[in-house]
Structures are given as C-alpha cells and as structure tokens.
C-alpha cells in the first residue's frame, strides 16, 4: 500500500493565500428519503461557511439534494428512475432546498444566490464564459452562490453525471484555489470502511493512479448519484486545473475551519505543478466532442511526445458529422481515446484530406485555413 500512500510535502494552506473555495455538499449528507432535507445538518453548514466567509474568503457551494427532498413532497419512498417523475421531484425540492439554505445563512447576515447549470451551460464556450461572469459578480458583491444542476430540464444526454463532476467544473470555471468535498465518510480509506472497519484513511494523494481508482469504486447511495469513485474523478480533474482537493466528512462540525488552518484533516489531494490552462481545462471537461478522427502511430507519437499539433497526414479516418471550431476526439489505431481539441475544418473537409500532406490541402478543398486540423494550442492530452 505504500506505493498509493504519498506522504511527500503536505502543503501547509495560507489564509493569506487562498481566496476562492469551493465547497460540494451531497444529498446523502443533507437529505433523506423518508424524512426529506435535514434542516439541522443545512444550520450546521450554513453556520460554518458563514464563519470562512466573514474571514474573507469567497465561498461557493455546490449543493444536491433537490431530488431528495422533492421525493417527500411527492410521497416517494424510493428515488425515481422515470425521468419526467425525476425531473418533478426535482422542481418541488429546490424550493425546499433553497428555502433551506436562505433561511440558514440569513442567522449570519449571509445572501445567498440561487445558480442552477446545465451540461449545455458549461459545454457551449460563450454560455461558459456568461456562467464564469455570473459567478464572479456575485461574489464580487460578497454573495455566497448555491450552484445545482438544473435537474428539472436535465436528461441524460444533458447531465453532468453527478455533483462531483459539477463541483470540479464550476472549481475550473471560476479558477477557485480549493475543492472541498464533502462526504459520509471522513476521506478515502484503503478499503470501504462501512464494510470492513480495519480500513487505514489515506491522508495525502499526490497522484492518482488506477490502484487508487479501483479501491475508491462502487456505487452511491440511494438518494444520491455519486460513490467515493465519484469523488475521486472529481479530485482528478480538479487537480490537473492546479486546485487542491480534501475529501473531509460532512457530519462533523468544524472540519473546514480545520482543512483551512492547514490541519489535516480527510483526505488531502495535491494540485499538479503544471496545470491546464482555464481554456484548456473548458476543452477537456467542459466541451462535448461532437466527432472522433483516427490518426495514425506516428501521429499519436508526435502528439504525446512531442506536443505537437494534428496535420492531415496523421489522420486515418473521421468518425460523426461536425463544424470548424467544434470539440473532436483523437482516437488511436486501437480504441484509445488519447487527445481532445478544437478543429480547424469540417469532418467534410478532414474526410477529403485525411492521409495527405499539408501543402495539398488547398489543391484538395480549394482553400486552406490552415495548416494543422488541430494545433496544439487548442488540443488537451488526455
């Protein structure tokens, strides 16, 4: 186990240092399925983010819970798999779960906003930037934004699969410094520690690797749709933006004044030294590919090795239909998907010059844009 257990440079947080925080609050910490939204556990929270805000940070919450609590007012003993009930329960419960939460921070002088998102919100690169510019005025007039999927028009196709997700997309868009998780559990354990009670907490992940993903799978719970796996691809993704991560329990009081004195506390995750630009960051978590090309060995090579850009020649065949400046996959001769970017042409235009040089594209289509059918400046690694 010592392989996955990293215990290298814990870095000590500054208050002087950190300035926008992050905080995922889950349904299965604030709701349950018979008795709907825990009011007290939401004045617990209420009461310790109002105490990191009065200290100056900007806090913003990324909260579930609306399906839970819709569920009792809708009398719903199990959580609803049909997708227009879902969607019901949703809209009667974010009421609630707003009301909850307005009601609580109002004790400490607190205003709070409601931001509910969609994938097509964060996906879509201008509706990206009104979200970004939204979040930002609000806390530049001390507001403490309540952000939710907006699971009310939500469908699959739509979702961002879990507030997990969500949380470390909202922690890329705004450029926050820490993601705090926060969990029925106090971090992640060796093993799940509900089922075997010798489980060792991991305190500090420096780098996740497969080992660490195959400890942390499993399912959520039943008013929730995110597991510690869950979590754990969240802390991934943020990480690569340069943020830092702690899983830490919800239940307990206090725990986050602790995580930001610097006391450990859960699981601690260290940011990557070089981290994706907020541009990068949109292309590979935000943006949806609307198509995949097969490129060649060589071009993997020239990609992973040398951080180069996509020309025509290293491109084997289009897969879908999509436009200039849409989000297309890389795929390699064996399935791997291994780079996501913007494309300079068409999958009309690639399909015609696919295989050839560059100095044929004009001779091929009657025109260039341009050299490479993704640069390098527009292309993530995956």
């Not at 994938?119 to 979040?135: C, E, F, G, Q, V």
């Not at 507001?143 to 907006?150: A, D, G, L, R, T």
């Not at 028009?153 to 909202?170: H, P």
């Amino acid at each position: 186990m010592s392989c996955i257990i990293h215990v290298t440079n814990i870095l000590m947080l500054k208050e002087n240092y950190l300035k926008r925080i992050v905080i995922k609050i889950g349904s299965n910490i604030l709701a349950d399925k018979i008795e709907g939204l825990n009011n007290d556990r939401i004045a617990s929270l209420s009461n310790d983010i109002s105490d990191i805000h009065s200290k100056g940070y900007e806090v913003v919450v990324v909260s579930s819970g609306a399906i839970a609590a819709g569920m009792k007012k809708l009398g719903l003993k199990e959580k609803p798999g049909d997708i227009k009930l879902k969607q019901a329960a949703a809209a009667a419960g974010q009421s609630s779960l707003m009301w909850a939460y307005e009601r609580s921070f109002a004790r400490y002088g607190k205003n709070v906003a409601q931001v509910l998102l969609t994938r097509d919100d964060l996906s879509d690169r201008k509706r990206y930037i009104n979200s970004k510019n939204t979040i930002l005025t609000l806390l530049s007039h001390n507001v403490i934004p309540i952000i939710n999927e907006n699971d009310t028009v939500s469908t699959d196709e739509i979702k961002f699969g879990d507030n997990d997700n969500l949380a470390a997309l909202v922690s890329g868009l705004i450029e926050a410094e820490m993601l705090i998780i926060l969990s029925d559990v106090d971090g992640l354990y060796t093993e799940d520690p509900r089922q075997n009670p010798e489980a060792k907490l991991i305190k500090t992940v420096d780098k996740i690797t497969p080992e660490l993903e195959k400890i942390a799978g499993g399912a959520g719970s039943i008013v929730g749709t995110g597991g510690m796996y869950s979590k754990l691809l969240a802390a991934k993704r943020a990480m690569k933006y340069g943020i830092t991560v702690n899983i830490i329990s919800g239940k307990k009081s206090g725990l986050l004044q602790s995580v930001l004195k610097g006391e450990k506390c859960g699981t601690l995750f260290l940011p990557v030294q070089k981290k994706l630009t907020s541009r990068k960051g949109w292309i590979a978590y935000a943006s949806r590919s609307k198509g995949n090309i097969i490129i060649d060995d060589g071009a993997v090579r020239a990609i992973i090795e040398k951080g180069k850009s996509l020309l025509p020649s290293g491109i084997v065949s289009v897969d879908g239909v999509f436009d200039i400046g849409d989000t297309i996959s890389c795929i390699d001769m064996k399935g791997t998907r291994i780079a996501k970017g913007l494309t300079n042409y068409s999958s009309a235009e690639i399909d015609k010059i696919k295989g050839k040089k560059t100095s044929e594209i004009e001779g091929i289509i009657g025109y260039k844009y341009s050299d490479e059918v993704i640069h390098r400046d527009n292309m993530v690694v995956l």
